[in-house]
């Protein structure tokens, strides 16, 4: 049932050209109907010709097989165009309701989903589950309602004929219900051997200089046949048990066709059927064995589609930021630490204990201290992308405000490493403030030290490849922060921001900060001595 209301609440924008496509599977149902019964009445009208009979119903059925398999068509057309409509418009759709989960996912600084298996859930979980509601699930309204009217009018025709044939209904429900664990467990493998190969190539794609390095190319790959190698045994498995069930019921199907053409053979030679009779039982057996063998295919897929369900709800149910209008401090804004207690799920020590510290209204202060004490999480702490189990912190200026997701406007943070996009500067920079003019753009490079993109051929459109690719790390480093610096904050996070930087840019870059930057309070973790000689305050921790 949690499958049915998921999908009904999913399917619930796209209902009117479901609504249309349900109805053409209702026409086609109609239409297949019809086609057997002209087909019927043309057959006979034949024979009564051979006979020596004259009948106008040759030509006025013939017109009619015409108009229905024109119809047919038409609505098959129809059918098709709603159903790849509908199939993009819900697969970006959902993809785009769990990218903005994603963007505002919460976390407590436990363990993190890997990238490639979040990827995956993306593009092969979302296409899986997109394919079923747009396409699977109506062409299985349409099975059944062809399979409904062909057993009706079999039934009004030679009702025993039509008990004997349905007989094998129970046979392909018998493997269904057995096929539906088994199919079911071997799709969730699958999806999570998928995963782990995804997660593999994305790493070792994004980390191919390092492999090369270390000479490990040759064991990735390995890992990478390994990965592969359970993939496509859980495949083979889930392949070769749909193959075995599809042959069972087909072998059932053709003994009933074969029953249906006995039938109608002896009733011809005891003159009980009539030729035209005969082409409807054999039309009609296939118009009921093909929907059941339709949908032995169709269910199959449905199953496979709530593993992927069931992944895409783990991703629906991740805990997500409230949303909140941005609150502005006026001025220069402080930040104070009050007895803050914070430890990672994973681990018993506390990170910080009963911390206290007052970053003061345009104070500059560096946060020293060894890998491990805290640093980087007190940064995440103010941006609130954790949160303390106890304690209080808050910013302030005429007025205090606890950190949260309202705050973070006040906020300017330049993380370590390279942080820039695919695209060019201009890009790039107007992630800060999309409204930036062209001269705010060009201050914020000079205060970063990064005057040499005006240098460049083509400038603030020069273009930056992924993770900074065509830059070096020191010329990423200060674009990324003449883009925080874009940011209408007043508080300054910037983490190990110099890494990358030799000692006379740093100094320039430190200069300028300073200079120009005089009403903002500045954060700094950092190991370089040289940054702790700009600052008025040390923070270090042990």
């Known amino acids: 049932m949690k499958y049915l209301r998921w999908i009904s609440g999913m399917v619930r924008p796209q209902r009117g050209a479901l609504s249309v496509m349900l109805l053409c599977h209702v026409m086609l149902a109609a239409c297949a109907v019809g086609f057997v019964y002209v087909s019927k009445r043309l057959v006979d009208a034949a024979v009564s010709v051979l006979a020596g009979r004259q009948t106008e119903d040759l030509w006025i059925f013939g017109t009619l097989m015409a108009a229905i398999v024109l119809l047919r068509i038409g609505l098959n057309a129809l059918r098709s165009y709603l159903q790849i409509k509908t199939e993009i418009s819900f697969k970006n759709r959902l993809r785009r309701r769990l990218f903005d989960i994603l963007l505002r996912v919460h976390s407590d600084g436990g363990s993190r989903r890997h990238t490639g298996d979040v990827l995956n859930r993306l593009q092969e979980d979302v296409r899986v589950v997109s394919n079923v509601c747009s396409a699977s699930l109506p062409n299985i309204f349409g099975t059944l309602l062809q399979f409904g009217a062909a057993f009706v009018f079999l039934m009004i025709l030679e009702p025993r004929l039509g008990l004997i ?80 069930s599809r042959m069972i019921i087909s072998l059932a199907f053709q003994a009933a066709h074969t029953v249906a053409f006995l039938w109608a053979v002896f009733g011809i030679s005891k003159g009980t059927v009539t030729y035209g009779m005969m082409t409807a ?40 930021e409230e949303e909140v209008e941005p ?79 309202a705050t973070r406007c006040n906020l ?20 800060g403030n999309p409204e930036a003019t062209e001269e705010q753009l060009r201050e914020a490079l000079h205060t970063a030290a990064a005057d040499f993109v005006l240098e460049l051929p083509a400038g603030l459109d020069a273009h930056c490849f992924e993770a900074g690719g065509g830059l070096s790390e020191g010329q990423a480093q200060r674009i990324a922060i003449a883009r925080a610096l874009l940011r209408p904050g ?47 305050s040390v923070l270090r921790l042990e």
């Open 165 to 244: 044939v349905v007989v094998i209904a129970p046979i392909g429900v018998l493997a269904g219900k057995y096929v539906t664990r088994r199919v079911r467990n071997l799709t969730h493998d699958i999806r999570e051997s998928d995963a782990k190969v995804q997660s593999h190539l994305q790493e070792s794609v994004q980390h191919v200089t390092l492999l090369q390095s270390m000479e490990y190319t040759d064991a990735s790959a390995s890992s990478l046949g390994e990965l592969q190698g359970g993939l496509y045994g859980n495949e083979l498995r889930r392949a070769r048990f749909s193959i075995l």
């Open 281 to 320: 039982f054999l039309q009609l057996v296939g118009q009921i064995q093909r929907p059941l063998v339709d949908l032995s295919s169709q269910i199959p897929s449905v199953i496979h589609a709530t593993a992927s369900i069931d992944r895409i709800m783990e991703l629906e149910a991740l805990p997500r």
């Open 327 to 405: 609150q502005m401090l006026a001025g220069t804004a402080g930040v104070r630490f009050d007895n803050v207690c914070f430890s990672y799920p994973d681990s018993a020590k506390p990170v910080l204990d009963t911390f206290c510290h007052d970053f003061k209204p345009g104070s500059r202060t560096a946060i020293v201290g060894p890998t491990g004490v805290g640093k980087s999480t007190m940064i995440r702490l103010l941006l609130s992308l954790l949160t303390p189990q106890s304690g209080n912190i808050v910013v302030y200026s005429s007025v205090e405000l606890p950190v949260s997701p």
């Open 412 to 431: 300017v943070y330049v993380p370590q490493g390279n942080s820039l996009f695919s695209g060019t500067v201009r890009d790039n920079l107007l992630m």
């Open 490 to 536: 007043s508080i300054l996070l910037l983490d190990e921001f110099s890494s990358a930087l030799d000692a006379e840019t740093e100094s320039v870059l430190m200069e300028r900060l300073c200079s120009q930057l005089p009403d903002h309070t500045m954060i700094f973790i950092t190991h370089r001595e040289k940054i702790i000689d700009y600052c008025d």
